[in-house]
């Protein structure tokens, strides 16, 4: 298998600034979207720190394999699932301690989501309520579940879709980097098929159009198109950030969109 992938961030129509960064390693094949929170732009370090110490941590451990280990990896997760989740847990803990050392910057956060192929698999890894998709066979699929309060509810209450649109607090995260010293990364791990596409991206996307609007788009984009080149992930990304914007565009907006095709 060999990937092509491409990614667009945007403020959107609401914001100041952009507090999303995103991250593409081919090298590692690793990407990654991360959606930072705190105010004076805090969220922007956040995330920048984020993508950054993931892709040193990526870089140096594959020089270096025993800096894998910086963490307890799990009994039963592959080396590859152990990887990504001690890089976000680096991650975590370096946007924390910056966060206890400079008051300015105190109480920062950012969520986060990625994946790291391999031949024939791949690795999410997310924390906080940025997304992770599939797309095969016409059809779109979410990898990840989101750690916010809303799907709290939803899973637990068994809210109905009318009380789910009026929840009051949608904008409430349970879990993100550098919210404490320590933090639990959720994992799933993935099959490859030739013609995959995985789309990764904050929640300027998906909390301003639905998954039907999402799965549309990458179908009519896969269909006009011959499916192969890098060119039509970067129109992917650039019709699903502008159908954000089109919607109201409250949020910053990120997707990164990632194929798999044969060698």
Request: charged letters at 25%; a negative charge; hydrophobic letters at 35%.
């Amino acid at each position: 298998m060999k990937l092509s992938a491409a990614g667009l961030t945007d403020v959107g129509k609401k914001r100041a600034h952009n507090e999303d960064a995103f991250l593409m390693l081919p090298e590692e094949s690793l990407f990654v979207v991360a959606d930072g929170m705190g105010g004076h732009a805090c969220g922007e370090v956040a995330s920048s720190m984020a993508v950054e110490v993931l892709g040193g941590f990526y870089e140096e451990t594959a020089a270096d394999l025993d800096k894998t280990w910086i963490f307890k990896p799990k009994s039963d997760g592959s080396y590859e699932s152990n990887r990504l989740m001690s890089g976000m847990k680096l991650a975590n803990f370096r946007i924390y301690e910056k966060g206890q050392n400079e008051p300015s910057k105190k109480d920062m956060g950012t969520t986060v989501v990625g994946m790291h192929f391999t031949q024939d698999s791949a690795v999410v890894g997310h924390v906080g309520d940025s997304r992770a998709y599939r797309f095969r066979g016409g059809a779109l699929e979410l990898l990840t579940e989101d750690h916010s309060l809303v799907n709290h509810y939803k899973r637990e209450k068994q809210l109905s879709d009318e009380e789910l649109e009026n929840f009051p607090m949608k904008n409430i995260i349970l879990r993100a980097l550098g919210m404490s010293a320590s933090v639990e990364v959720e994992l799933s791990p993935v099959q490859l098929e030739e013609g995959d596409i995985y789309i990764i991206c904050s929640d300027g996307l998906c909390g301003m159009i639905s998954d039907k609007a999402i799965e549309a788009i990458v179908r009519d984009i896969q269909v006009s198109s011959e499916g192969s080149s890098e060119s039509d992930l970067k129109a992917m990304c650039r019709h699903l950030v502008q159908a954000a914007n089109d919607n109201g565009g409250k949020d910053n907006v990120t997707v990164v969109c990632v194929r798999v095709e044969s060698s």
